[in-house]
């Protein structure tokens, strides 16, 4: 095997490993750009519709190239899909040997040295929390590689997780007595001897953002960086960028600096008082932003007294612990760290505080029982732009959904790719065959406060006539929920909704009844693939327009308009289109899947824009006629 023409031939290698394998031309054409890219040293905008099976497309020429080469996906689920399925069928298939390893972020690798001094402090645990720790603490005897993901018995979002696992600011780095053994030590240096190294964007990110040293030196040694599911990239770069300060890390420095001080630091009692006032005036300033759980502006905390005292009683009560750890800091190294962390936190306090440059955007989340204080860039393309000077390496950006009716300036825009090259290979999927377009007419507007009971009655009929095996698509929880109250007691199909129970769990049900209706939101517009029956109809509410109420974008939005920039169509309207293709695409996954999609906003017609979101998905076949929809419901399974 010399090329990805022949590997990709009908009787090539990859033939031999999967049962009934079709050649795809757009796979190949796909392979064979990435394949001169790589080459040339040129950075490629690869858009591969549903079904190219753009994962060989780029995985094939990069491991042929013998280049250290990083995979890096959009989710934690899609690197593990891509290690332990894709890989390892390209290693049965390909004659060239390589190295491929997969490398998650340190809060995923168990941290045995956190996990002794949890079980031993003296603070205690409620009868849950030291049940699933001493599940742990047997696990950690017999585990190779030290993935949480692998520990079967306690939940990966248990917080208890928290006490076995380390972040930046609790690691000691060399200075652990448990270096030697580190898990997350192993798996950066095996990342390091990879061909093929996968990560995602968030690890991808905090790279870039030089917060994490001890990853830092894995970039320098690309010279391929492949990032697939791109379109998520420019959003998870921004998070990175910016700075945020939460109620949770504060609160953990101090439950941390505690356990020291039971430890090592008895004779400065005036530590234990500051560890125990750093924790009352967090819960004060937590109840000081009332009850709802909101993103907000900035503004609001300046207009607000009591949350403006309470940040600032916040502020001194860190200064307070800071200069306590500094006095214990030459004690122990574990106290040193919690030093070191109080240091950097009041830094970075400060700099959301007096923040006043007009590059950044200051907001606050609230949560249950605690808050963050961000600030997040406005523009990341200069930034992004210099991060790939640095790093002389063939950058290939891949997704199902880059372009906006066939143009790629909105995401090369957003990450400062001027000179790229960018193609598209549609889907091979027959989309006029498979599927229907149905918009039906009389549709409310999308401000009418009757709007999810009157599209709820549009969709009757098609669920209907699909039978159930339908993903009911939304955008805000709001919507999901009355809808969800609506359905419940005029249909009498299975109803999955989102929040019920793990979203991992809600589609393997959906897969299983084989005529359920999932209602979901954001999160169940991509990354889902449901091949088969189960899934024959996609119903959308709105156009999936981010809210103008959020700070981010409220602030993005106004300091565009100050540019002389239209945020609407140069951002609002892009964002929105590439969600509804997203959405769009969970409806046909293979050759053989049929469905209908049903959009229930009225703008897609009525608007001038509405034709952009036409121009930019799939080529159905389109009716406005409930009829169309049964008839092509009836036409299943007739040769």
């Not at 990069?62 to 390209?90: C, E, H």
């Not at 306090?349 to 605690?370: A, P």
């Not at 640095?390 to 891949?398: G, K, S």
């Not at 899934?535 to 308009?561: N, Q």
Request: include cysteine; proline fraction near 4%.
């Amino acid at each position: 095997m010399t090329d990805s023409k022949q590997f990709f031939s009908s009787d090539g290698e990859l033939s031999k490993v999967i049962a009934a394998y079709q050649p795809r031309a757009a796979q190949l054409e796909m392979a064979e750009a990435i394949a001169a890219a790589i080459k040339d040293k040129r950075h490629l905008i690869a858009e591969a519709g549903t079904g190219t099976g753009k994962t060989f497309a780029y995985l094939v020429p990069a491991i042929l190239s013998g280049k250290k080469t990083i995979v890096s996906t959009g989710t934690k689920n899609l690197q593990d899909q891509l290690f332990t399925k894709d890989l390892q069928v390209l290693r049965k298939a390909m004659k060239v040997p390589f190295i491929a390893s997969l490398l998650k972020g340190r809060s995923n690798y168990l941290c045995t040295y956190r996990l002794q001094n949890a079980i031993a402090s003296p603070l205690g645990f409620s009868k849950e929390d030291a049940a699933a720790l001493s599940k742990i603490r047997a696990w950690s005897k017999r585990t190779l590689s030290g993935d949480i993901s692998e520990m079967s018995e306690v939940a990966e979002g248990d917080p208890v997780w928290y006490q076995a696992t380390s972040t930046l600011d609790n690691c000691l780095g060399q200075d652990c007595t448990d270096y030697a053994d580190c898990f997350l030590v192993k798996a950066r240096k095996k990342a390091q001897e990879a061909d093929v190294l996968v990560v995602n964007h968030h690890l991808l990110c905090a790279d870039w953002s030089l917060r994490d040293s001890g990853f830092g030196e894995l970039l320098p040694n690309a010279e391929v960086v492949v990032i697939d599911e791109a379109h998520q990239l420019a959003d998870t770069a921004s998070n990175f960028l910016g700075i945020t300060v939460g109620a949770k890390q504060m609160t953990d420095l101090a439950q941390d600096a505690l356990g020291e001080y039971f430890k090592d630091a008895t004779d400065i009692p005036a530590l234990r008082t500051a560890c125990e006032d750093m924790e009352h005036e967090i819960k004060d300033l937590r109840l000081a932003f009332g009850m709802e759980l909101k993103r907000g502006e900035w503004q609001d905390i300046e207009k607000n007294p009591k949350i403006l005292g309470g940040l600032h009683a916040v502020k001194e009560q860190l200064q307070r612990l800071e200069e306590q750890l500094k006095l214990a800091s030459v004690k122990t190294k574990a106290l040193e760290s919690c030093y070191k962390r109080a240091e950097e936190l009041l830094q970075k306090l400060n700099l959301i505080l007096d923040d006043r440059s007009g590059k950044w955007i200051r907001w606050y989340e609230t949560h249950r029982k605690t808050f963050t204080l961000s600030l997040t860039p406005l523009d990341i393309a200069a930034e992004f732009r210099g991060f790939m000077q640095q790093h002389q390496a063939a950058w290939i950006f891949t997704s199902a959904t880059l372009s906006i009716a066939n143009k790629f300036d909105y995401f090369a825009g957003n990450l400062g790719l001027n000179h790229a090259a960018s193609e598209s290979w549609g889907s091979p999927f027959d989309y006029a065959t498979q599927s229907l377009f149905y918009h039906p007419k009389g549709l409310p507007q999308p401000n009418d406060p009757n709007f999810t009971a009157m599209i709820v009655d549009f969709a009757l009929p098609v669920l209907q006539a699909s039978k159930g095996r339908a993903f009911f698509l939304f955008t805000s929880h709001r919507a999901l929920q009355e809808a969800a109250e609506l359905l419940a007691k005029k249909i009498k199909y299975p109803l999955l909704v989102q929040g019920s129970r793990p979203k991992a769990l809600l589609l393997e049900q959906f897969k299983q009844a084989g005529n359920a209706i999932l209602l979901g939101t954001s999160s169940f517009w991509e990354g889902v693939d449901v091949r088969g029956e189960a899934l024959s109809c996609v119903i959308i509410d709105k156009l999936p327009f981010a809210s103008p109420g959020d700070p981010v974008l409220k602030a993005r939005l106004e300091a565009m308009t100050q540019q002389g920039k239209n945020p609407f169509f140069e951002y609002q309207l892009p964002t929105a289109v590439i969600a509804l293709r997203q959405g769009i695409g969970r409806l046909i996954r293979d050759v053989t899947d049929r469905g209908v999609l049903m959009v229930c906003d009225p703008r897609l017609l009525k608007k001038s824009y509405g034709q952009i979101f036409l121009d930019s998905v799939p080529p159905m076949r389109r009716s406005r006629d409930i009829a169309d929809v049964q008839a092509f419901f009836q036409e299943e399974g007739k040769p």
